[in-house]
Every structure is written in structure tokens, then in C-alpha cells.
DNA sequence: TGTGTCTACTAGAGCGCTCTAGTCTTACAA
DNA sequence: TTGTAAGACTAGAGCGCTCTAGTAGACACA
């Protein structure tokens, strides 16, 4: 086989020949600093673009003393990551750095995730509900500006940027209670990240609201467990709770579904609310009310938290935790009760 | 601030002196090769670990000839491409390469996606859903291997793996006629990747079926538009379409969503046939019958094909296609019209 | 004893950039 | 005239690896 990175392999060189200036020149128009007039600097590029040159970015991070790279972990397919990553972009690049992405999948693991980054010497991590025993997160805290998205931990020198979930069921029982209901379930997310924060929040609302009927509901992350909570729901409807707090949009959208199948009608019969504001859920037809996360406010927190480390670096300051306000979006799942 | 980079950084250098060895042999056991001793192997990685290093893959990438890495974009949200994503790991992992992600958003086109990659200096692309232009991609597959996935292009050393999106309509309309449907409407993806092939598809399937009647419906690629397509059919109902094969699968959902919310049966009133098996296409209170899109199939062939251009590198090969066959997937969405 | 073959290891020249410390002009002030 | 300062440019030593060419030593064989 042939060298396969051998197929042309123009450098810096090449173009330096071409416009007949040193290397160094070269380097200096494509980083955009001063040092260059503009004549040359023109007869470089015209030089550069008739090689069809870009700059080598191994070889550019390697020489540089930073390398300018947040390294990102996101669970591939899960929805809100992907609205975060699309703000990361937005504000890493704002802040003159460019992301790697690193996917958790079922066969790709948080650990090998992580490491990649870390091989690659990003100047900062951000990992998106990530998993890992918060003693791991330390460890590699201790070396470069790690942040947690989504997720609360404790750990020496890791920061978190999270929604205030327990804020959030305040919010959602709130508007229920508001509406007239007494009894409001909760569809719980189990061991997901913030699922026990929101159930916190569920429980100290209820009480707040004169210590009404706590219902948990097994559900999760998935429209599928969403679903599957509906089916005992439905059984027992008559003496039911008359609303339901999902975990998040996916899961609440998946009991709507199920929960109507069976003849009930959301929100005559049960008021639903979720939890993330996926673009789903403001869809005409879904009009979901739901708790919003505002995944570009923990985007720019994130990035901030790792600049922030990046500027106070060999002062080991204790972590930091941005908790975004979250904002309760009104539509049509939600009405009050007993309307039948 | 002081650099960011400096903090410990580690190198070959440090694990060489701690094990008392020189550099090159440290990077021999790195990189797994023969020529070191058993002995030798573990006091360098026990050094290694004692240190917490772990090779730079930049310099790595940077000294070796090759980079053995693969460059991916993909659309940040889209659930298929997250399906295909995580196939892609497993495959170029089982080729001893690693993935570069390169998300698409809103706010990144695809223009600077693909030179992120460039400049990495992957060996090979892989573009999901890319809608460049084909001189444009024909241009880039000229200095090296490119591969278009889920989009058919005609271009010069760009290769295409694909479903048989005709072939899937096909499988969709028959399904629907065999249950005893006259009139099927085509949910369509407009300009979307596959939309012309599918729209090709399903008028040769009413064509094989003796001519049934056609109707297209404007939908596209989310529920939103599969929603807003219900609305104009639920008015004509009476004389309308008693099955319809959307485009994909949520396209299908919002369909069938907001069809029932305005009292239509699913399908009793009307069959829905969707296309790609997303996951919640499986789950039990969906149960939408579906024209799967196999994303492994699809990844394996994606990194087959990049691969193969790899080895024969130098003879520029005429582009190849594969296209890969889409399976029925018979769930609760259809069923024989007129059970009214 | 010499020759050859293995295995285990090392020296050092890259890889394609960056960036510091220069050199060389030219301009302008004293 | 000299001094000096700014602007335009270059030489060359890194950055942290890889990998070829080579050395040293052990062992076998004639």
C-alpha cells in the first residue's frame, strides 16, 4: 500500500517556496498576527490557496504552548446534550477555542471517552452527565479545568454548571397546585443525572402546598419508561393522582402518548409537565408545558467555569457551582382538574 | 496566568529516566510493537502509571506516517445519525482507527466542519447526510478517501453507502396494497437526503400496483412537519388517502399525533407506515411499522469503504455505491382500511 | 576462533508547525 | 551625521512523539 498521508502533503514550506518567503512568514499570515505586510501577506495566501495548503493542527498544537481545545464528552443520541454541544460550539469559539468531541455510547464507555480527550491535551474538560465516581472526577480535576454539565458532584477542584432542578418541580407542582390539584405524582427518574435533586424539589413542594399525597412513579429517561408508568396509571385512575411531574420531556411525552391511547385525555382527565424543553415539546401539536433548561446559559457557564480555572491556574480555588434558574413554559397539558 | 500547559506535562522523556531505559523504548511499549522484554514492558508501564502518563497523541499522530483517524460529521440532534455514530465507533475501532467528530449546527455549516477535519489530517471522511455540492466533495475525495452517507452523490472518487430508499417505498407501498389499500399518500421529505429516491420509490410502487392513485403530501424531516401535514388531511378525510408512507419516522409520528388528536384512528382510519426504525419506533406504545435503515450495516460499510480506498491508493478507483437493502418492520401502525 | 543470527536496546533525525531572538531596511529626530 | 525606533522578515531551536539504522550482548554452529 502506498503511504496514504504520503498524496501530496503540502506544508508550510511549500507555500513559503512558492511565495518566496521564509516559513516563519508563512506562520505569521495564518495565525493572523502582525508582522506581515499586507502585500505579503496577500501573495502568501494567493500562494497558499493555489496549493490548496491548511495548516496541520497536530502540528500547530504541538508547537504552540497552548492548544486552545476544550475536549467534550456528550452521550451520543440523548437529545439535550446535543441542544448543549450546539451552544459549546457557539461559546468556545467566542472564547477562541475550539472543541473535541469525545461520544459515550453502549460499547464506548466514559473512561476511554475521557482519556481520548485527555491524550489530546485539551486546556479543559466538559463532560455532559457524566457517571463517574466523583473521587475519578477529582483525580483528573487536579491536572486541567474540569467541568460537570447536568450533573452535581463533590469533589475537590470539579466544577458544576446545572440547572436548579429542585427549583424546577417547585416550579412544575407550583403551576399544578395553582391549577387546583391535590394530588400530583411524580414520574421519577431513578439514578438519572439531577433525578434526585427534582425529586427533592417534588417532595419539598408538596409540602410547601400544605403537605399534600406523595405518588412516585417509576419512570426514567426514555419515552419508553414514560409509557410504561401510564399503564398503571391508567388502571387506577379513579382515586389517581390528577397530574403527573415527568423527570423530562421524553418520559412525559411518552406517557402523554400511552395515557391517551387508553382513553384518558390529557389535559381534561391528567395534566402533564415535563422537563428540559426539547424542541419537541413546543411543536403545535405536542404543546407540552414543561420545566426549561436553557442549554445555551449552561453552555456559557461551562465554558466560563473552565476560562475562569484557566486564569487562576496554580491557585487550587475550591469548586464552583453555577445553578441556572430554570423557567416554567405554560402550554396546553396542563389544566385544572376534575373537568370531565 | 501562567501556562496552562506547563502544569506537570509529563513526557516520554520523565517515564524513560524513572524506568531507567531511553525514549524509544518507552514509545516501543506504548505502541505495543515487539522489541521489549517482558521484564523491561512492565517497569515502564509501572513508571508510566506511577507518573499518570499517558502518550500525547498529537506529537503521536504528528511523528507517525500515519494519522489512523477517521473524520465524521454529522448534524448534532438528528437521532439516526447519533444510531449511525455509534456503530461507526465500533467499526473504525475494529480497523484500528480512531473517530474525529466534527458536529454540524446551525450556527457550524458543513464547510467548516469538513476543514476541521482536513487540518487534522484524517486519513479518510465519512459524511453523514452531507448536502455539499458534488464538485465541491469532489474535490476534497480527490485528496483522499471520502465516503457520503445516507446521500446519494454523483462525484468523482466519492463513495456512497446508502439505503435502497426506492427499494424501501417499495417495501412500504406493497405492504400497504397487500393489506388491501387503493389510495396512499407519500409524506415527503422535499430536499432532505433520500427524499427524491424514496418519492421514486413509492410512484414506481403505485406504477407495479396498476397504477393507484398519487398523492404527495409536503412534509420533511421532524414531527413538526408530519403534524402540520395531518392537519390538511384529517379535513378531506372522507374521500382522502386511507394509508400514508412518510418519509421517516418522526415525520410519521407527529403524523399520526396529531391525526388522532383529531379523532382519527391509527389505523383503523388510517395506516402509517414510517422509515429508519428509530428507536421509539420499537417501543410498545408506538409500535409503528417502519422500513428499518440498518445503521450498523450502513457504518460498516462506510468505514469498508473508506478502507478500501485507503489500500489502493495512488490508482484512483471509479466511486462505488453501496447500497444497502432496508427490511420491513411490521408493527401496530397499519392494518387492512375500512375497519370503520 | 570466527561467523552469523537473535533479541534487547539506543541514538538521532525527522514530522510540520510555533515563537524567540535576532537581522536588515527605512524613516525620522536630534 | 549619528542614533534609534519601528516594521518586515528570517534562522533555528523547540514541541513530544516515531522509526530507521545501528550497537551490544547472548547464543549457536562450524
Redo the contacts between chains.
Sequence with gaps: ????????RITMEDVAARAGVSRALVSIVFRGVPGASETTRERVLAAAAEL?Y??????S??GR???RTLGVTFA??A?FH??L??SL??HADAAGY??V???V????PEVPAV??L????C?GLILIGCTLPASHLARIGA???LVSVLRAVRADSVDVVRTDDAAGLRLAVGHLVGLGHQHIALLDGGRAPGATERRRGYRSALRQAGGLRETLLPGGL???EG?AA?LGFTDRQSAGPTAVAAFNDRCAL?FI??V??HGLRVPADVSVVGFDDI??AA????ALTTVRQDADRLAAAAVKAVMAR??T??KPSPPTASVIEPELVVRSSTSPPGRN
Tied chains: 1, 2.
Design positions: 500500500m502506498l503511504d496514504p498521508m504520503a498524496t501530496d490548496d491548511r495548516p496541520d493542527s497536530r502540528a498544537r504541538l504552548r497552548r492548544t451520543v443520541g437529545s446535543g441542544d454541544l450546539q460550539y457557539t475550539e472543541l468531541l469525545s461520544g455510547t453502549a460499547d464506548r482519556e481520548t485527555l491524550a489530546e491535551r486546556e491536572r486541567l479545568p426514555t419515552e419508553l409509557a401510564a411518552g402518548d400511552n391517551r391511547q424542541s419537541q411543536y403545535p401539536h405536542v484557566l486564569e491556574l496554580g
